[in-house]
């Protein structure tokens, strides 16, 4: 039963709260379960037709909370277009934000711009600057993520909250287990980051929860110049270059 015809003021979390104890019949999890494994399937089937020749391209995380008069929407910005004209693709969560100034970018300087777009009931919306034919909308978190780490050749991290946290260490953990290549993660601004750095180095490292090879994983800069110059570094030592 429906727990909100009980008491219609339930407030929605309490309310799935309340649905997870809840008893269900074989038919009715059969049926709802199911049909979330279509959904799921659609979501990836999209994801991989339109990416999968997208070529190579850098995606950039950050806050969706960051306005335009912000110093760090600039430097996403300029990044992005930075990485067009060395001739990398832009990839973004597709919302405001760091996410808008990373499209914008990239949009400006003719190159690719992918907005992989998350349906949230706040703060997100598709922002103006994604190419038509690279926008796509999730319902699913856990398949955006897939669709972020499988098509980018590199992350540049911008100031963010949870959502950029848990962006940053999906990236972290599937690299350090080796289920995805070693690329480059770069986390811009020393400030904001620095008090995540000192924690992971003298709490994480220091219980033993990770090796110091594992600290080598990220870089730490503050300008749009040195960001992109991580990037190409990288690629020169396997002299690799974007291919279009």
Known sequence: MDVS?????????????????????????????????FKVMAEFVEGFDKLAKIGPCVSIFGSARTLPDNPYYKTAEDIAAK??????????????????????????????????????????????????????NFDFFFVRKVMFVKYSQGFIVMPGGFGTLDELFEAMTLIQTKKIGRFPIVLVGSTYWS??????????????????????????????????????????????????
Do not use: C
Request: aromatic share 8%; glycine share 10%; charged share 25%.
């Open 5 to 37: 015809l009980l008491n219609p003021a339930v407030p929605e979390d309490e309310k799935r709260i309340k649905e997870a104890f809840e008893d269900r019949n074989w038919n009715e999890i059969k049926s709802a379960d199911s049909w979330v494994v």
């Open 83 to 136: 990485l067009v004209r060395h001739g990398y693709g832009v990839i973004t969560g597709g919302g405001p934000g760091i996410m808008e100034a990373g499209n914008k970018g990239a949009f400006e300087q003719g190159g690719k711009s992918v907005g992989l777009n998350i349906k949230l009931p706040f703060e997100q919306h598709s922002n103006l600057y994604i190419d038509h034919d690279k926008s796509i």
């Open 195 to 244: 008090g995540l750095l000192d924690w992971i180095k003298g709490t994480m490292l220091t219980e033993h929860n990770i090796n110091p090879e594992d600290l080598k994983l990220i870089s730490i800069v503050d300008t749009p110049d040195e960001a992109v110059k991580v990037i190409d570094t990288f690629y020169s030592k396997y002299l690799l270059k974007p291919n279009f």
